[in-house]
């Protein structure tokens, strides 16, 4: 019996070892995604910030270079109705005793009005006017002011011969200064009964903004 037994045992043993072995899963292996290179970063530029442009100063002409001496004396004009005075900086004081006088200004003087950062009203809005051509090419500026009077010499009397629509334009591109003078000249041309036309005195109410044909009908 123990025999049988044993020979049970291996037999048993032996379908045992016969029994096919089961081979465990093999381990699936995934492999990693390969990682995706990194996309570059949009450089973010800088803006750039242009420096503001310095204008260079405008040099003013070569006092040097002038034909003229300081002491040098240079006929003016006055455009002004009535007197006007003008004090110069070296302290030359100058009397215009009515529109249309002439006097003479020392060159230095003038030109430091001329080259005023802060030029006073006497050449620019204009007061007076400046008669010696060679002096007023010196300074563009100044050159550029007269080219819009009607006369060089700044007869603006020869205004109110003209025409009604040249009379216009002329009166329009006047500096305000000379407006102001030619107002006076009519006002004084009224009351003295040396301005009698109706039609014209019309057009300068218009330009001027004045009621100039009352003080006609009153006289």
Same mark, same amino acid.
Request: overall charge negative; charged content about 35%.
């Given at each position: ?74 006929? !003016? ?18 009397? &215009? ?36 051509? *060679? &002096?007023? *090419? ?39 200064? !000379? ?41």
């Amino acid at each position: 019996m123990a025999k049988a037994k044993t020979n049970e045992v291996m037999f048993d043993f032996e379908e045992t070892e016969k029994a096919p072995v089961k081979k465990a899963p093999a381990k699936k292996t995934t492999s990693k995604p390969k990682a995706e290179p990194k996309a570059e970063e949009p450089k973010v530029e800088e803006p750039v910030v242009e420096e503001p442009k310095v204008e260079k100063p405008k040099t003013i002409r070569n006092v040097k270079s002038s034909k003229f001496a300081d002491k040098d004396l240079i006929p !003016c004009k006055s455009v002004t109705s009535g007197g006007l005075n003008f004090i110069g900086t070296s302290g030359n004081k100058i009397r &215009f005793e009515n529109y249309g006088m002439v006097e003479y200004v020392e060159y230095g003087d003038l030109r430091r009005e001329a080259q005023s950062a802060n030029p006073t009203n006497y050449l620019f809005y204009p007061r007076f006017i400046v008669l010696d051509p *060679e &002096f007023v *090419e010196e300074f563009p500026k100044l050159e550029e002011l007269y080219s819009k009077f009607y006369t060089e010499e700044g007869d603006f009397e020869r205004i109110l011969e003209l025409p009604k629509q040249q009379m216009i334009e002329a009166i329009e591109k006047l500096p305000k200064g !000379c407006k102001e003078c030619l107002k006076g000249i009519v006002a004084t041309k009224l009351d003295e009964g040396s301005l009698d036309s109706v039609q014209k005195i019309k057009v300068l109410d218009e330009v001027f903004g004045t009621n100039m044909l009352l003080m006609l009908a009153n006289n």
